[in-house]
């Protein structure tokens, strides 16, 4: 089973600032990765997929890069609806997908 | 409007049962591989069962092989997860995910639709 590493545990930003969330996977994963998004009380939303592709409705301030085993999703200019929970998944070796254990972006 | 709406969970004693169910509207159910996961209180997501659009193909983590089962009416539009032999490890909110995309019997397994949720509590 592919373990998936997110880092840092919680991240502290400023609105307007830039945020850099890091995932890694203890083998590669090719570009089978996809980037969630989780607000308290809410299923998580789909962001990205295949490492750097927009889901539907995402807004460009979102981007994802990255392959084999380290990825990267960047938030260029955060806003307030952006402070959320964030995981990233891996489904190239399949089953199981796994998920890492999340990224807490809060308000600095 | 696409969405997906779980019920059936509940509070039951180690070793009950469960049947939860996901009610699918606004798009063509049968068309897609569907999934559960579940998320225990404050801790992170974790992928429990999948089916793909036929019901032919089920998949299951190890944690519940052998006491879950998977299945789908596509006349419904329902998803389903029967849990059995249920541990108190299994309390979690469960959610219905719709996977993304699928093509000649091959799946790319992240999920581009997911349901509210409906929390399983199993406490004596």
């Known amino acids: 089973e592919i373990v998936m590493t997110q880092s840092p545990a919680t991240l502290s930003v400023s609105p307007g600032e830039r945020a850099t969330l890091s995932c890694r996977a203890s083998?590669?994963?090719?570009?089978?990765l996809a980037w969630y998004q989780q607000k308290p009380g809410q299923a998580p939303r789909l962001l990205i997929y295949g490492a750097s592709t927009r889901a539907t409705g995402i807004p460009a301030r979102f981007s994802g890069s990255g392959s084999g085993t380290e990825f990267t999703l960047t938030i260029s200019s955060l806003q307030s609806e952006d402070f959320a929970v964030y995981y990233c998944q891996q489904y190239n070796n399949w089953p199981p997908c796994t998920f890492g254990q999340g990224t807490k972006l809060e308000i600095k | 409007e696409v969405q997906l709406l779980e019920s059936g969970g509940g509070l039951v004693q180690p070793g009950g049962s469960l049947r939860l169910s996901c009610a699918a509207s606004g798009f063509t159910f049968s068309s897609y591989a569907m999934s559960w996961v579940r998320q225990a209180p404050g801790k992170g997501l974790e992928w429990v069962s999948a089916i793909s659009g036929s019901g032919g193909s089920t998949y299951y983590a190890d944690s519940v092989k052998g006491r879950f089962t998977i299945s789908r009416d596509n006349s419904k539009n329902t998803l389903y997860l029967q849990m059995n032999s249920l541990r108190a490890e299994d309390t979690a909110v469960y959610y219905c995910?719709?996977?993304?995309?699928?093509?000649?019997?091959?799946?790319?397994?992240?999920?581009?639709?997911w349901g509210r949720g409906t929390l399983v509590t199993v406490s004596s």
């Open positions: 995910a719709k996977v993304d995309y699928c093509s000649g019997g091959s799946c790319h397994w992240y999920f581009d639709l």
């Open positions: 083998q590669s994963v090719s570009s089978n």
